[in-house]
């Protein structure tokens, strides 16, 4: 059984930026959450699999909050894992 990973780019407002991420953490096929200004610098990477537990989720909350006060505009680059590649080869 492989499972198949892809990479996905979003574009979000600062305003927009802490409930996308809040969005995106309880999706569930998310692995990697990594947030990025309008010239590519990497501000925060938030493994989801840790952000998930609630005593660790809170503090990274604050620290999106905080960047998005820095910029106007975001890139979220998200690491997803496909879980319809699994099933494909489960049916006959």
């Not at 990973?5 to 995106?24: M, P, S």
């Not at 998310?30 to 990025?36: A, F, M, S």
């Not at 960047?67 to 049916?91: C, H, M, T, Y």
Request: proline share 4%; hydrophobic share 50%.
């Amino acid at each position: 059984m492989s499972i198949d990973q892809f990479v996905e780019e979003i574009q979000v407002l600062g305003r927009d930026l802490v409930d996308k991420v809040k969005a995106l953490v309880h999706e569930g096929n998310v692995n990697r959450i990594i947030i990025k200004d309008e010239k590519g610098n990497t501000f925060v990477e938030i493994p989801v699999t840790v952000a998930t537990v609630g005593a660790i989720f809170a503090p990274v909350l604050a620290a999106v909050g905080a960047l998005s006060a820095l910029a106007a505009k975001f890139k979220i680059v998200i690491e997803r894992v496909n879980p319809a590649a699994g099933d494909e080869q489960k049916q006959p």
